[in-house]
């Protein structure tokens, strides 16, 4: 059983800083990460799958990275509409999600 | 394109039946997933069914009480949630997974979710 490990649980951040959030993986599951962004009273969202690849209608600032056991998600020049909570989730074995990220205003 | 019923409130030790409808896309050709979210909490996969319905999957606390179908002639997704615990409160999200026949354990599709509430 994978088990996400997602830091940091939170951070505050500005309109136009640039963000990462990381996740570590209890073994080595290739590029078997995804990541999704979940605003309060809605659904989460998928922005990236299998480690680096966009999801579509995703902005570019949006961007991930990592295999094996280390991956990031990475926002560049962060927009108003970016503050959320971020979920890792792996795909290598049945789904597991990290503790989420919640990203707000400093 | 996905829409979650069947929430509600039970006492502990009872059942629910969950249900979720699609509509939008080929539910036939999708593998399917419940996933839950305790309020104020993380995302927590409950149960996943292969696009023909022919396996399931559950998590560790779901064995045993849980039973996930789909009506592919309906498009519809079910679960059936036996011996109800409190722990088991949650928004349940109906969710659709990324590829067609292929079970990916990603999800681009997700319904509103329907909340569970277990309490005496």
């Known amino acids: 059983d994978v088990k996400m490990t997602q830091s940091p649980s939170s951070l505050s951040a500005s309109v136009g800083d640039r963000v990462t959030i990381t996740c570590r993986a209890s073994?080595?599951?290739?590029?078997?990460v995804n990541w999704y962004q979940q605003k309060p009273g809605k659904s989460p969202k998928l922005l990236i799958y299998?480690?680096?690849s966009l999801q579509s209608g995703v902005p570019s600032r949006f961007s991930g990275s990592g295999s094996g056991t280390d991956f990031t998600l990475t926002i560049t020049s962060l927009q108003s509409e970016d503050f959320a909570t971020y979920f890792c989730?792996?795909?290598?074995?049945?789904?597991?999600f990290g503790g989420g990220t919640r990203v707000d205003i400093k | 394109q996905l829409l979650e019923s069947g929430g509600g409130s039970v006492q502990p030790g009872g059942s629910l039946r969950l249900s979720c409808a699609a509509s939008g896309f080929t539910f036939s050709n999708h593998a399917m997933s419940w996933v839950r979210q305790a309020p104020g909490k993380g995302l927590e996969w409950v149960s996943g069914?292969?696009?023909?319905?022919?396996?399931?999957y559950y998590a560790d606390f779901a064995k045993g009480r849980f039973t996930i179908s789909r009506d592919n002639s309906n498009n519809t997704l079910y679960l059936q949630m036996n011996s109800l615990r409190a722990e088991d409160t949650a928004l349940y999200y109906c969710?659709?997974?990324?590829?067609?026949?292929?079970?990916?354990?990603?999800?681009?599709?997700w319904g509103r979710g329907t909340l569970v509430i277990v309490s005496s």
């Open positions: 989730q792996q795909s290598y074995s049945t789904p597991r």
């Open positions: 299998a480690a680096s």
């Open positions: 073994q080595s599951i290739n590029t078997y």
């Open positions: 969710a659709k997974d990324y590829s067609t026949v292929a079970i990916d354990w990603y999800f681009d599709v």
């Open positions: 069914i292969s696009y023909s319905g022919d396996t399931p």
